[in-house]
């Protein structure tokens, strides 16, 4: 039985993955065959590539049936539930870096903290006749960050792409969006609240703790590690 | 035990509600905020309306009461008893819960004390012994916070706290910090400072508009710039040693009920301050609380206890056997509000945990 490792299928993501493993000697073989999602290290055949989607990547670290996958920290945190106790974060890649991050007008002059924020929510429904409502595709991140903040009246507003113009459109008043530059969320007119720092992501080689584990599969894990640690 | 206790509380409280065990979410997450819906079963039907399983009885025998209630706004009381549903870390997510809601009644003190001691009948009628009752009052520490005359924004961001310790003591923390605090957005602090509430207005009506900000949908230019200036003033302002001690003491307090109104007597007369209405509807509940003869020795006056909810007005309740909470319930006489009643509607009630009287029985 092989160790299967999960890795990026398109994009930035997968070409920087395919480097990383390079470097490390571990060349993975993309065959004659570009549609193929499932592939081999190159001279080894106990080891199983599975390309995918990022998103899918973190659901089946989170159901255990791939052994290790490379996704972004904002992803396993958001799709994983107890995701400390289910995977472990093995190695942060250096690259795919991007921070998710709670953002509001720039014109709220007055709302620079979570605890502005608080206020601004704290009697939203009495002034406008709503609670204050989120823009985000990062529903659990934002019910644990808004919760620890003390904050629990407010609405979460599904936005699945270009969550920064919810705000200008009126169907958010402020945003939850990852930004790696920071830039699309000024040419928005937003602004990142001081401590509106949710998580500084990056791309992480991770371990699901309920793939099924041997021996011989700790063994591979041991070595893929010590041989990629030293290459980022 | 379910039956015991149903049957006992239908003969206090004889008016029914019906309440399905599919509930639309909204009324839900509308009053008890978007932090709910990691705690309840959330399900959509094929048009896309959100439901939930029924994690509670309160709300939905308010939206009852509210659109039932109509033109003679008589006074009810529900008793009611059933399955609700609520995530759980481990083991069932599938509790029982039984309770009373008492609506409409006009005269708080008289409903805050049948809701106590129907509390207390209900739970000795199951056979436990030793249930002891604690007692809280969102409305004294409203007075105590009034009283220590802060900006206004400080004062009701303590209120809106009460019930959760961690969040007050965190607050009397930061509001005695001598550090100044400054967000940096210059012109608009010096606007700020200067009080000039029309060049402020205009600074972010520019930004508004920049950014194509509807003004008619959210937050006014005139709303931030008040709250701007409100914080520019709170940002300069400090809470005296005094005052922080003063809240951390009155907070601090728990006491037997029948030493209750003497204590906070003394309280009142060491600090100069003065519980006012509040402390006088106190003082008659107490009074009635031993007239219905109520066991006053199992029940504690605890200044901190509340519920870091909007909806909550005044006394909070909480029964426990062995220091386990089996029962809770209070005073929230602005939930009906919240579910779209016109009239503010008195409303008080509990609910016991009919699995944890099990288990301290």
């Not at chain 1, 808004?146 to 792409?161: A, D, P, T």
């Not at chain 2, 005269?107 to 004390?113: G, H, L, N, P, T």
């Amino acid at each position: 039985m092989k160790l299967v490792i999960a890795i990026p299928s398109k994009g930035r993501l997968k070409d920087q993955t395919l480097k990383l493993f390079s470097d490390a000697g571990l060349e993975i073989e993309e065959g004659a065959d570009t549609r193929s999602y499932q592939t081999r290290i190159l001279g080894r055949d106990d080891v199983e590539i599975a390309f995918l989607s990022a998103s899918e990547i973190a659901r089946e670290l989170a159901s255990g049936t791939v052994h290790m996958g490379v996704t972004g920290e904002d992803l396993a945190r958001e799709t994983i539930h107890d995701t400390d106790n289910v995977v472990e974060f093995d190695l942060k890649l250096g690259f795919g870096q991007a921070d998710v991050v709670v953002a509001v007008p720039d014109a709220w002059i007055d709302v620079d903290s979570m605890a502005d924020l608080d206020d601004v929510a704290s009697d939203y429904r009495a002034r406008y006749g709503r609670r204050l409502r989120i823009a985000t595709k990062y529903w659990r991140l934002t019910q644990n960050w808004f919760g620890q903040h003390g904050i629990g009246v407010y609405r979460i507003v599904e936005s699945l792409g270009a969550t920064e113009g919810a705000p200008a459109a009126g169907s958010a008043d402020a945003i939850v969006d990852i930004t790696s530059t920071g830039s699309t969320i000024r040419a928005n007119n937003l602004k990142v609240l001081d401590d509106g720092v949710i998580l500084n992501s990056q791309a992480n080689l991770i371990t699901a703790r309920q793939a099924s584990w041997n021996e011989a599969r700790q063994a591979l894990r041991a070595e893929i590690l010590s041989k990629l640690s030293t290459c980022c | 035990m379910l039956e015991t206790l149903l049957t006992n509380l239908r003969r206090v409280a004889p008016d029914e509600a019906e309440v399905d065990i599919l509930q639309p979410a909204d009324p839900f997450l509308e009053t008890a905020g978007e932090d709910l819906r990691r705690r309840i079963f959330i399900t959509e039907s094929i048009d896309g309306v959100v439901h939930c399983l029924r994690p509670e009885f309160t709300i939905p025998i308010c939206l009852h009461h509210v659109a039932n209630a109509g033109v003679n706004r008589s006074a009810k009381r529900y008793a009611y008893g059933g399955t609700v549903f609520r995530q759980a870390r481990r083991g069932t997510s599938e509790f029982l819960q039984a309770g009373l809601e008492d609506l409409g009644n006009p005269d708080r003190v008289e409903a805050d004390v049948a809701c106590i001691l129907d509390l207390d009948t209900s739970l000795s009628n199951t056979g436990v012994e030793d249930v002891q009752i604690a007692l809280g009052d969102q409305k004294l520490f409203a007075v105590v916070v009034e009283s220590l005359q802060l900006p206004p924004a400080i004062a009701r961001r303590l209120v809106r706290s009460f019930g959760a310790p961690a969040l007050v003591e965190a607050q009397i923390e930061r509001l005695t910090d001598k550090s100044v605090k400054t967000n940096g957005a210059r012109e608009a602090e010096e606007l700020a400072l200067a009080g000039d509430v029309v060049g402020l207005v205009e600074h972010v009506a520019g930004k508004m508009q920049a950014a194509n900000l509807a003004a008619q949908t959210g937050r006014s230019p005139q709303a931030i710039a008040e709250r701007m200036i409100d914080k520019m003033q709170e940002s300069q302002f400090q809470l005296d040693a005094k005052s922080a001690d003063l809240l951390r003491r009155y907070l601090a307090m728990e006491i037997p009920m029948v030493r209750a109104p003497e204590a906070l007597k003394g309280f009142a007369d060491e600090t100069g301050l003065t519980f006012g209405l509040a402390g006088k509807e106190f003082f008659r509940r107490a009074a009635a609380m031993e007239a219905a003869g109520l066991d006053l020795s199992r029940i504690t006056y605890k200044a901190s206890l509340g519920r870091n909810l909007e909806y909550y007005t005044g006394i909070l309740i909480e029964a426990s056997i062995g220091g386990v909470v089996v029962a809770g319930g209070g005073r929230y006489d602005r939930l009906c509000g919240l579910l779209g009643s016109r009239d503010a509607i008195p409303a008080v009630g509990f609910s016991i945990s009919v699995d944890r009287l099990g288990e301290a029985k």
